[in-house]
């Protein structure tokens, strides 16, 4: 089965050639000891069955990020049998560049032309004959959104991989073996870079391998490289860089190896493991990228006409409209999802779904068959109770998530971050900072993990600190659970409530520690993003993405969930001698809340249901509202909080310290031990603090 | 003069880079290489950052980051 390696500039539609070859079939993990997500598809197109890898999208090889080395790593240990590039016409000089570095690495390369149809649609005309002339690989015309292009692009990718294969040479890209793309022109970048070919043809090196070599790099050569430099056949008329092999090993086999090294999770670490692209050498591949780009694009209009997406910026970025824009658009994702009549009035539909109809028809179907009482109260005051009180959320997670990803594909998602850049810069952060935080409305995680973006090591760690204070989709059951029962006429103001003071604790945390760590002869921290064209979603993409999403809550509730529920349910019925306990209080759980308890009192919640509820809410904060469900009644609860407790509770629950998941990330992009205690105990100080404040204040007032 | 001086809607092609050498890297990568032409689009509603037009495409970057770019103003374009 041959593997395809999918790569590309972020914003060229690499996911959505990914959705539309691989469809559902598709996984997503991680890179080996390391937090970049890793997505593999199955390809199955006429009996062929290819395995699809999509790299994480880059602007460049230069190996300074963990996507870059992550992608040129595989790409150079992994020899996928095809690489395809995909490239985004509109943008076409940077991304060649792209382009001009991975052919670079040798293995058989096919370039996808997407929205070529934009191009069309401006009057514009790209030469795609002349484009793979001087490129020297197959190019192929694409549009990935409307789905055109595929099976040339799918048939072109078997042949070369049954090429590749097959014993004969693999890819040549001087066109030798029946590839049907033309010769190299005149003034093509040409590199000989083929592997070894098993014909006794050696390994044809660039030129600058000696160069490298000579730049005292780490360069490490095998003692047959010499005679292969000997060998070298062709003299490149553009004289094309090798840019990163820096770390690169010739096996006496004659292919490239990158090698192996930890990857130190440390961006700035993992740099230092490959020296730099000269300054010359890039400049040099955009020259290159720069005579290609005027050889095959024909503008119909001066270069600096405005385009459509141009109009929509002059309005959305505008001096004037621009921040009541923005705010307009948080405000309406966040009233969509959380208010009564979209997000809340589904969530309510399945609440009397799980409570009533199936809770319900299981208690009288055991009853009919006279179950053991401890049977039902597993079933449903535990399993029903917990599991389902969870899912009742599916909609308005599932509404958030349609959101962030609608604001991300549009290419809104970079102008949010140009329009607050200003603001947060004033709070030691960056721009940047503001995409982890809106994700982390969602969830926690990847929302840790996008910080990775910001390249300034104090920039990253605050907004990892205060990230978690973002209050994520699986605390909102919480909120909508208490608001429900103690706010009831006020409930969207109390659960927007929380999430202003998440906000407004992130700010007054990123006042205090960006204040203490300035002294310390920091360096001031640059920012730089793309702004992409605006761009219509791609409906596939965007359901797929939140169909993952939504997986992902569902098999959480259905596994981590519905394991807790059966733990707290055991916990809250047997005592320390495993007897069945008649009052829950005197259970395991009764023990070892009533030891936390008296920590809670002066926040208002000192009773043991609370104390271990919050326990519960570590490895996932869904559990607390399951391990409430389980361990209280409705009527328990009215008399055990007041509302001012419940509010005190709920503001505990959005600032303490996030779930373990969340607490994993930390851990892995701090790559410090240190810091992440740090984070657990300013996320616990601040929660205890603020809910003291919530119910001292509030008893004062006479709200108690 | 530096790119942070031109005003919106001005061009110029790129002298030299200096400074922080990450983020000079990171630019270089990104097409903003000596003799590039770059255009000063607009400031964000706030007065910052700018957004250039280079190669086609759109960036954003700080003033006080553009402070490090030197550029030749292209008059009249």
């Known amino acids: 089965m041959s593997t395809i390696a999918l790569a590309g500039n972020p914003n060229s539609g690499k996911t959505t050639l990914f959705n539309r070859l691989t469809g559902t079939r598709q996984t997503t993990g991680n890179w080996p000891g390391v937090t970049v997500e890793k997505k593999v598809g199955m390809i199955k197109y006429h009996g062929d069955i290819l395995t699809l890898v999509d790299l994480p999208g880059i602007y460049s090889l230069s190996p300074y990020s963990l996507e870059e080395i992550v992608t040129r790593n595989f790409i150079l240990d992994e020899k996928p049998d095809v690489v395809i590039n995909i490239i985004d016409v509109t943008n076409l000089e940077r991304n060649l560049y792209l382009t001009l570095q991975l052919k670079k690495l040798g293995r058989p390369l096919i370039v996808a032309l997407n929205m070529m149809d934009e191009i069309v649609s401006h009057g514009d005309k790209l030469d795609t004959d002349k484009l793979e002339e001087l490129l020297g690989v197959p190019v192929i015309a694409i549009s990935a959104k409307k789905n055109e292009g595929m099976d040339n692009l799918l048939e072109a990718v078997i042949t070369m991989a049954k090429d590749h294969s097959s014993n004969l040479p693999d890819y040549d890209p001087d066109g030798h073996h029946g590839h049907h793309h033309g010769q190299p022109g005149p003034h093509g970048p040409q590199d000989g870079h083929g592997r070894h070919s098993g014909h006794g043809r050696h390994n044809r090196h660039e030129h600058q391998l000696e160069q490298s070599a000579v730049d005292d790099r780490t360069l490490i050569t095998d003692s047959d490289s010499a005679d292969e430099k000997s060998n070298e056949l062709d003299l490149q008329p553009l004289k094309p860089h090798i840019p990163t092999h820096e770390h690169v090993h010739r096996h006496p086999d004659g292919v490239v190896h990158a090698h192996p090294h930890p990857i130190g999770h440390h961006l700035s670490v993992s740099a230092n493991h490959y020296p730099e692209e000269t300054d010359e050498q890039t400049a040099d591949l955009y020259r290159q990228a720069s005579a290609i780009h005027d050889q095959v694009l024909i503008h119909s209009h001066p270069p600096h006409a405005m385009t459509r997406s141009d109009k929509i910026d002059r309005v959305l970025t505008g001096k004037w409209l621009a921040i009541p824009i923005f705010l307009l658009i948080m405000l309406l994702v966040f009233q969509i999802t959380f208010s009564e009549n979209i997000g809340g009035r589904l969530t309510e539909l399945l609440d009397v779904f799980f409570q009533d109809i199936i809770g319900g028809a299981v208690n009288s179907w055991l009853a009919a068959a006279q179950a053991p009482v401890w049977i039902s109260s597993l079933l449903v005051d535990g399993i029903i109770a917990g599991v389902g009180g969870v899912l009742t959320f599916l909609p308005q997670i599932s509404l958030l998530f349609i959101f962030l990803t609608l604001l991300e594909d549009t290419g809104y998602m970079a102008r949010a971050a140009f329009i607050v850049d200003r603001i947060f810069q004033k709070l030691g952060l960056s721009g940047r900072s503001f995409i982890p935080m809106l994700m982390g409305f969602g969830c926690t995680v990847p929302a840790v993990m996008a910080a990775r973006t910001l390249e300034n090591e104090r920039e990253r760690r605050l907004t990892i600190l205060i990230t978690p204070f973002m209050s994520c989709g699986a605390r909102m059951p919480i909120y909508a659970f208490f608001a429900s029962l103690f706010f009831a006429s006020n409930k969207g103001l109390v659960t927007f409530s929380m999430y202003f003071i998440g906000i407004l604790i992130a700010i007054i945390s990123a006042v205090i520690i960006s204040a203490f760590s300035r002294g310390k002869g920091h360096t001031e921290a640059a920012f730089m993003i793309e702004l992409p064209p605006y761009r219509l979603p791609d409906g596939k993409s965007l359901f797929l993405h939140v169909w993952d999403k939504v997986k992902d809550f569902l098999v959480r509730a259905g596994t981590l969930i519905f394991a807790m529920t059966i733990v707290v349910w055991f916990l809250q019925s047997f005592d320390m001698r495993l007897r069945v306990v008649a009052d829950n209080s005197e259970s395991i759980f009764g023990v070892i809340g009533s030891v936390i308890a008296p920590l809670l009192r002066p926040l208002g919640f000192g009773n043991w249901q609370s104390a271990v509820a919050l326990l519960t809410g570590l490895v996932a904060k869904e559990s607390v509202v399951a391990t409430i469900g389980i361990l209280f009644t409705e009527q328990q609860l009215l008399t055990m909080f007041t509302p001012l407790s419940a509010y005190a509770f709920m503001t505990f629950t959005l600032l303490y310290t996030p779930c373990l998941a969340a607490l994993g990330a930390i851990k892995r992009e701090m790559n410090s031990w240190k810091w992440t205690g740090f984070a657990v105990l300013w996320q616990t100080g601040m929660a205890w603090s603020v809910s003291f404040l919530i119910y001292q204040v509030g008893k004062i007032m006479g709200l108690g | ?77």
């Open chain 2, 1 to 77: 003069m530096s790119l942070d001086e031109l005003k919106p809607g001005q061009c110029a092609t790129v002298i030299s880079i200096d400074g922080d050498s990450l983020f000079r890297q990171r630019l270089i990568a990104m097409g903003v290489t000596p003799g590039t032409w770059v255009m000063l689009r607009k400031l964000a509603p706030l007065g910052d950052p700018m957004e250039i037009r280079v190669r086609n495409y759109s960036l954003s970057i700080r003033k006080k980051d553009a402070r490090a770019i030197s550029v030749n103003l292209v008059e009249g374009a």
